[in-house]
């Protein structure tokens, strides 16, 4: 897997001067997402979009950034996924093209709409307001209560596996949690909604769609696309270290998700689906 770190030399200013030290940090580069659709033997190419992200699990970012998009619905519909050979060398590993299966049928406006996403906006590439929802599919059941204990101990759990944070300070993460607070699986990028994406990708391949009975957990703030990705997938308990927009606290509720934000180790705010939370649960 490509490394998400780099070197590189720093003036570090203090209260005793400056110093000439070496530091580390995150990589960012541009991913471009290309499709092949059609029949076999009349195979059309579009280029999707094209990403900043954070090199590493691009397989997994480019499988989720389409489903996400509501361009796929299973892993079924993808026949490959490689990287292209390209030739320019600062392309190298940076251009990776989804073969998806003969008879799926893609909306040409969903082709058409995206352009550019920076590190910071996974939106801002879209051609029109009516572009930026997607079909979310109606998932009902039942959720076991989680402790306000228990969802106080994720962000520690958290930060201790996210590894490349401790030497950057630079990259977001995105945690997937069994509701006994343990971790299943983590992925960090510089754009929060490519760590989603990532982490979405992984779970569509190894086909454990809809996540109902699980917690995301985000290392930053909550944004509407991050909400409208998680419910696409089934989501239903988001817990964010950081604080949610207007937006995305709409969305929660309009999709029955349960949202947390300023989410501490002795405290959290609830915004939305109350009811999964055992409020009672003493917190230590």
């Known amino acids: 897997m490509a490394s998400s770190v780099s070197s590189a030399k720093i003036i570090k200013i203090g209260i005793q001067g400056q110093e000439n030290v070496p530091d580390l940090v995150a990589i960012e580069e541009p991913l471009e997402i290309r499709l092949g659709i059609g029949p076999l033997d009349q195979r059309e190419q579009f280029s999707l979009s094209v990403t900043m992200r954070s090199p590493g699990h ?3 970012l480019a499988i989720g950034f389409l489903f996400t998009e509501g361009i796929i619905s299973d892993i079924d519909e993808v026949n490959s996924i490689e990287y292209c050979e390209t030739v320019k060398p600062e392309e190298e590993g940076n ?22 996403t920076s590190s910071s906006c996974g939106v801002c590439g879209k051609s029109s307001i009516d572009a930026i929802s997607v079909v979310i599919p109606d998932v009902k059941t039942n959720f076991t209560k989680v402790g306000a204990s228990l969802v106080c101990k994720l962000p520690d759990v958290l930060k201790q596996a996210q590894k490349v944070f401790e030497h950057t300070g630079g990259l977001h ?5 069994e509701l006994d607070g343990s971790l299943i699986r983590l992925r960090e990028d510089v754009g929060r909604h490519n760590a989603v994406d990532k982490l979405i990708g992984s779970l569509l391949i190894e086909k454990k769609l809809p996540a109902t009975k699980k917690i995301l957990v985000l290392s930053g703030r909550v944004s509407f696309e991050l909400v409208q990705k998680s ?47 055992d409020v009672e649960d003493e917190i230590c």
């Open 231 to 277: 419910a696409r997938a089934g989501i239903q308990f988001i817990a964010a270290i950081g604080a949610p927009s207007s937006l995305a606290i709409e969305m929660a509720k309009k999709h029955q998700i349960t949202m947390v934000g300023f989410l501490k180790n002795s405290s959290f705010n609830i915004y939305s689906g109350e009811e999964r939370i």
């Open 58 to 60: 691009d397989k997994e």
């Open 173 to 177: 993460a995105c945690g997937f949690f």
């Open 95 to 116: 251009v990776i093209r989804v073969e998806l299966a003969p008879e799926v049928k893609v909306d040409e406006k969903k082709l058409s709409r995206h352009f550019y």
